[in-house]
């Protein structure tokens, strides 16, 4: 007969010299599913949520995962783990910011609670070098307004690697942590980070604009699951019920595009309201990997 340790009323078995990783995770997972927490933070579903815990302590990647999956957990990784897991419970803190890390379009991002985690996905648009939307070889300048982490600048910079890229963020919090995600990734000579609102510090033209600004409206944003609280309220909410960003970024823009450049802005949830508000041709992005809400607008239709 063996002790039981009790969080929120949910029972976690206790570390034995039989305790297998696979076992480990299979366990968390029906501890975060019967906890009806929520996901969408760089897993969608308590198994994956689990397994990205797991092995985060035990310092093995996802794709190197199925060998070390039958060996056993030490005893101090467990307490590790269950750390984090009573954390994760208790405080709905989302993953990322208990471990501290994000993947985004491959890359490995420092994440904290003063940005918004990395989820955007205009990754897939960004892996596809933007194209049929913009020749990629002609791309020599890029704007990435509202950059948070920095997780779209830095991208970008690494999928093109002749470009100059200009990140901007009103935060001081956030152009912070995208100072070390451009550091450890390796293109602090490509991306300059600017302090800026919106186009309040930008100088120059572009060739690409991209922006994953504040479009949450403050009712939906009060009816978000807690875990979305934990993120900074600066970078998700959004006055005119989710379209202010989005309207400035659209007036404001013109003059920062080249003749033949594109803005790429995504508005999520309120895309159709945006449509529906504004009077220019946007060009709706199909994604293969999920997601939407993604328009592509071209220069001379905002000028």
């Not at 310092?59 to 999956?69: H, K, N, R």
């Not at 690494?158 to 450890?184: M, Q, R, T, W, Y």
């Not at 807690?226 to 900074?232: F, R």
């Amino acid at each position: 007969m063996y002790h039981r340790r009790i969080m929120n009323n949910i029972s976690l078995k206790p570390w034995s010299f039989e305790t297998r990783v696979i076992d480990l995770i299979q366990e968390v997972g029906q501890l975060f599913g019967d906890c009806n927490l929520c996901y969408g933070h760089g897993t969608d579903n308590p198994l994956d949520e689990a397994a990205a815990l797991v092995l985060f302590v035990l310092g093995i990647d996802y794709s190197d995962a199925e060998e070390p999956s039958f060996s056993k957990v030490s005893a101090v990784e467990f307490k590790l783990i269950e750390k984090l897991v009573e954390q994760r419970i208790k405080e709905r803190k989302p993953l990322a910011f208990l471990t501290q890390e994000a993947f985004f379009c491959g890359y490995k991002f420092y994440v904290d609670e003063r940005v918004l985690i990395p989820r955007s996905p205009m990754a897939e648009l960004i892996q596809n070098l933007f194209e049929p939307w913009i020749d990629s070889a002609s791309v020599e300048r890029v704007l990435d307004v509202a950059t948070g982490s920095g997780c779209l600048a830095v991208a970008i910079a690494n999928n093109f690697p002749g470009a100059e890229v200009v990140a901007s963020d009103v935060s001081k919090g956030a152009l912070e942590v995208a100072s070390i995600n451009v550091d450890g990734l390796s293109v602090r000579e490509q991306v300059t980070l600017v302090e800026s609102d919106l186009f309040e510090n930008i100088e120059g033209v572009f060739d690409l604009i991209v922006s994953n600004p504040p479009y949450v409206g403050p009712k939906s944003y009060e009816a978000l699951p807690p875990e979305y609280h934990h993120e900074p309220g600066l970078a998700l909410i959004a006055e005119q019920n989710g379209l202010d960003f989005i309207a400035r970024i659209l007036h404001d823009s013109p003059p920062f595009l080249r003749d033949n450049g594109i803005l790429v802005l995504e508005m999520g949830e309120v895309a159709e309201e945006a449509e529906k508000a504004f009077p220019h041709p946007f060009k709706w992005v199909e994604l293969d990997n999920g997601g939407g809400g993604i328009a592509v607008l071209e220069a001379k239709h905002l000028k």
